[in-house]
């Protein structure tokens, strides 16, 4: 559906509820109607927050387990505090 025929479905929709069509204006207002179009866009959402989430989590995980063990695989790799330094940012 293109930009313009979606703005035409609105402005007929606002001039059928100010000119007091009940019908229509209930149909505009309703609920059901409104929740059906934009039901895809919040699947998609939730998704992404879902991802940023999962996402987060494991950045958290991986920080604290090298915070932890980072002396550790300094010794054993033979690198310098600097490119330890490098490896924490």
């Not at 059928?16 to 209930?26: E, N, T």
């Not at 179009?37 to 879902?50: E, K, T």
């Amino acid at each position: 559906m293109d930009m313009e025929t979606v703005m035409d479905k609105g402005i007929s929709r606002t001039r059928d509820a100010v000119a007091g069509d009940a019908a229509s204006a209930s149909l505009a207002a309703s609920p059901t109607h409104q929740g059906a179009d934009y039901s895809g866009r919040s699947r998609a959402r939730f998704l992404i927050v879902f991802m940023l989430f999962l996402v987060t989590t494991v950045n958290y995980a991986d920080r604290a387990t090298l915070s932890i063990t980072g002396s550790s695989i300094q010794k054993a790799i033979g690198i310098s505090p600097v490119e330890m330094g490098y490896i924490f940012m």
